[in-house]
């Protein structure tokens, strides 16, 4: 049961550990922005937790007629945060590599660039992916939780521990608190 959390931390040469840490750095840290840091490590168990059991699920299809590779590292987590902040913005188009193209097709594209990561699993980013896409249409409401229940939650340890440690940027759970964060 343990490994449906740890392979995220799994990494097997320096490239996919770097590769994994600038993923972590962009995506993560824009998606911790948005929902503060409560919610952004609930939902990072939650996302690595339905990411393993759609990986699994989909591994005993897909494994019948081609051998699949392991899941491991912070991709799928990194894929569902993405998928969820497309799903949910608010921006029709973008620039992606200097083409405009709709939001929603980024996480997409993103996939198929990271197939070329080496020791990145396609079926484990597909399941990330999936399970962002899920949450952020709304089929996973049961994960969320209101501002007020995160606001009590950065009151406790370890999140009132963090708050506390200089250097480290702490994102309430509150949006009023996250807007005045930004302004001051």
């Known amino acids: ?33 948005n929902v503060g840091t409560v919610k952004h490590c609930f939902l990072t168990v939650a996302f690595a937790v339905l990411s393993a059991l759609l990986y699994l699920l989909l591994e005993t299809v897909v494994s019948r007629a081609s051998e699949v590779e392991d899941a491991k590292g912070f991709m799928p987590v990194a894929f569902a945060t993405l998928g969820v902040s497309t799903t949910r913005s608010r921006m029709k188009r973008t620039l992606f590599f200097g083409v405009r193209v709709p939001v929603v097709l980024v996480p997409w594209f993103m996939l198929c660039i990271a197939w070329f990561i080496p020791g990145s699993s396609l079926l484990s980013n597909l399941s990330g992916l999936l399970a962002g896409e899920a949450y952020g249409l709304g089929y996973c409401f049961c994960l969320d939780f209101s501002e007020s229940v995160g606001s009590k939650l950065d009151r406790v340890f370890p999140f009132s ?15 009023a608190e996250r807007r005045a964060l930004e302004n001051s």
């Open 1 to 33: 049961v343990h490994r449906l959390v740890t392979y995220i931390f799994v990494y097997e040469d320096l490239i996919s550990l770097t590769c994994g840490a600038i993923i972590i750095w962009y995506f993560a840290g824009s998606f911790e922005k």
């Open 161 to 175: 521990l963090l708050r506390r440690i200089p250097g480290l940027k702490y994102i309430p759970g509150s949006l």
